[in-house]
């Protein structure tokens, strides 16, 4: 085999990471959901990670990849809406901060950050999540999912999705997603977080917020 496709085989098996993501524009928010599990190869890494990165009041991102460059990105992006906030006295629109995020990524495009990120947040009203990929690219869309889970995660949101969905229904969505995530792919699993931006900013929902809302 060539140094070419050596070198392609590389940058696969580099972007075989362990995790499931899933983000969904609701009505009146955005909600992200993710598992707990983090894996090297074969082995279970932690039980407790904590993929969902709040980074600005209204905003967050989701961590699929490389423990380190993801954690390097979340410090960047927190760090630049902290200063444009402080600049322009107003907070940054998701769409400038994924325009941030995609400039990055482009930018170290021949020695590239290993991750592939959701961007979500909420401003003035309406809700907004993004796909990033790790060159740059970047997709708005209504409903996504990242990580080894995601090709059974997009069976239940695509079947399940509807627009101007309650948060309750999001809500309820996007762990039925990552549920049957971590039942087929063995690199998920221990478990579900859940992040709701909405007007008054976000906040991840314990225990007894999820029974409240979906009960």
């Not at 983090?38 to 709040?54: L, R, W």
């Not at 460059?69 to 906030?85: F, G, H, P, S, T």
């Not at 090709?151 to 309750?168: F, N, P, Q, R, T």
């Not at 579900?192 to 999820?210: C, E, Q």
Request: hydrophobic share 45%; charged share 20%.
């Amino acid at each position: 085999m060539d140094g070419k496709n050596d070198s392609m085989n590389g940058m696969v098996q580099k972007l075989k990471t362990g995790t499931t993501t899933v983000g969904i524009v609701a009505k009146d928010a955005v909600v992200i959901a993710a598992d707990k599990r983090a894996t090297m190869g074969n082995f279970i890494m932690s039980k407790d990670v904590v993929k969902i990165m709040p980074f600005a009041p209204h905003m967050a991102m989701t961590l699929s990849g490389a423990v380190g460059d993801n954690q390097v990105l979340a410090r960047w992006m927190a760090l630049e809406a902290r200063k444009y906030r402080v600049e322009h006295e107003k907070p940054m629109h998701p769409h400038a901060a994924v325009i941030l995020l995609s400039n990055i990524l482009s930018s170290s495009r021949y020695y590239p950050y290993w991750v592939m990120n959701l961007l979500a947040g909420f401003y003035e009203g309406k809700g907004y999540l993004y796909s990033v990929d790790l060159i740059g690219g970047v997709s708005e869309e209504k409903v996504a999912s990242t990580g080894s889970g995601s090709v059974v995660a997009y069976g239940i949101l695509d079947s399940g999705y509807k627009e101007e969905m309650s948060v309750k229904e999001a809500v309820s969505l996007a762990i039925k997603a990552v549920n049957a995530a971590m039942n087929r792919d063995s690199a998920s699993g221990e478990g579900v977080d859940v992040y709701v931006i909405d007007k008054n900013g976000g906040n991840f929902l314990d225990k007894k917020a999820l029974a409240k809302l979906l009960k």
